[in-house]
């Protein structure tokens, strides 16, 4: 049915995980710890990157800036998503819902990018270390992490925009724990054939081509590190294998999420991918990264002393 005179719908009614009552405290109590766990790695993170000395080198710089992102990227779904569950009013209002497409968009978009830059850090490093101060020094990494954010906001703006344009009338009720395109386009009573255009010719080649890159980035890493010796390549493949593992992660989320056909799309099948790169994945980001990482252990360990020496 179309809308005479443009949207009807005031406000969304976010289903969430589970209908049923007693399941409610679960949820509650695993996105707490999920979200909590992510924010105290991630601002860990921060601090150690920006206080200890041995760690100010590009790939630390761009570790620093994924844990901003990480901490915003959990923040504009699951607080909102948290008070939802224990909640008797599971409503959201028309424009703050966009509003909150966009930020998680753009954020999600940025930490897309900012792992394939990651990846190019590797690469420089592991393929051309005597270059590697130059063509990764923290002016460089500056402008590849603003050209990140620049890019995810244009691309934001254009689907939240795309968005606003179709029409909503009747069921208000989004197959979804917040508010995600696939339900979006599900729920409207519009032709959504262009946003699906646009999903498809400017959302693909924008989510997968750094994807590509990844992809042949390491590539380039495995047939340099076959030239090096076993101990050099231990070395090397332990500081990869855990960004290949999120990266994989991720992107079987976002593919599975958003690169299927609206008519195919289940909300089951949603909620899955959704806590993969919502909750998993930012929350794992400065564990498997980072924390494995003997110079970050050993900065933590400075960092603990110094406050425990202050307070002694």
Not at 6 to 35: K, R
Not at 108 to 128: E, K, N, P, Q, W
Not at 157 to 183: E, I, K, T, V, W
């Amino acid at each position: 049915m179309e809308c005479e005179n443009g949207t009807d719908i005031v406000e969304f009614v976010l289903v969430g995980f589970s209908s049923q009552p007693e399941q409610q405290p679960f949820f509650f109590v695993a996105c707490l710890l999920m979200y909590v766990a992510g924010l105290l790695g991630n601002i860990m993170m921060f601090i150690l990157i920006s206080v200890d000395a041995h760690l100010q080198t590009p790939m630390y710089f761009l570790l620093r800036s994924l844990s901003i992102v990480d901490v915003a990227f959990l923040t504009v779904t699951v607080p909102q998503m948290m008070v939802h569950i224990m909640s008797s009013s599971k409503t959201i209002p028309f424009h703050s819902c966009m509003a909150q497409f966009f930020f998680f968009y753009m954020f999600g978009v940025t930490d897309i990018f900012m792992v394939s830059v990651m990846a190019l850090d590797r690469y420089v490093a592991i393929c051309d270390p005597l270059h590697y101060a130059t063509l990764m020094n923290q002016k460089v990494c500056g402008h590849l992490v603003a050209g990140c954010w620049i890019v995810a906001t244009f691309h934001s703006m254009l689907h939240a925009g795309l968005l606003l344009r179709l029409r909503y009338c009747g069921d208000n009720h989004l197959s979804h724990f917040f508010c995600d395109h696939q339900p979006l386009l599900q729920l409207s009573s519009s032709d959504t054939s262009i946003n699906e255009v646009f999903i498809f010719f400017e959302g693909v080649p924008l989510i997968l081509g750094p994807f590509a890159f990844i992809v042949i980035t390491y590539v380039r890493i495995a047939a340099a590190v076959r030239k090096f010796s076993a101990s050099g390549r231990r070395k090397a493949f332990s500081t990869c294998s855990s960004h290949l593992t999120m990266v994989g992660l991720f992107y079987c989320a976002i593919t599975g999420a958003y690169f299927l056909p609206t008519s195919n799309y289940s909300s089951q099948r949603g909620t899955v991918f959704a806590i993969m790169y919502t909750l998993i994945t930012p929350m794992s980001n400065p564990y498997i990264y980072s924390l494995r990482n003997k110079d970050v252990q050993k900065a933590l360990r400075n960092l603990l002393g110094r406050v425990s020496f202050s307070h002694s």
